[in-house]
């Protein structure tokens, strides 16, 4: 599935069984929950913190769509094409980026 795709899915998703969408101050505040809950599994899984039981079971990658889900939303709430802004964005890194990775010594 494209982004474009991606952003259309939701979008009808969220206008008949979602009904609609939060507003964006309140999606922002669960990308935040939503993002929280992907940095407590990688503090466990490859971090140093240990699992507590309830949180064996829980699947990243679900924990990962979510945090995508609630971006997408706020994207389509306020009218941006992340195709575009991704272009731009990875655009914008490969100018600014060209030889600094290349000469950071700490990534040999």
């Keep these: ?8 899915l939701i979008d009808n ?14 999606n922002t505040a669960i990308l935040m929950e939503e993002v929280g809950e992907v940095a ?20 990243l990658a679900d924990e990962m769509a979510d945090v995508l889900f609630v971006l997408i939303c706020l994207a389509n709430q306020t009218g941006i094409d992340l195709t ?5 964005n990875l655009e914008k890194k490969s100018i600014r980026d060209t030889d600094r990775h290349r000469n950071n010594e700490k990534l040999r």
Excluded: H, P
């Design 1 to 8: 599935m494209t982004i474009e795709e991606a952003q259309s």
């Design 84 to 88: 575009e802004a991704l272009k731009k």
């Design 40 to 59: 407590r599994i990688m503090a466990r899984r490859y971090g140093e913190q240990s699992f507590k039981e309830s949180d064996k079971a829980v699947d």
């Design 13 to 26: 998703w969220i206008n008949t069984t979602g009904i609609r969408y939060f507003n964006e101050l309140t």
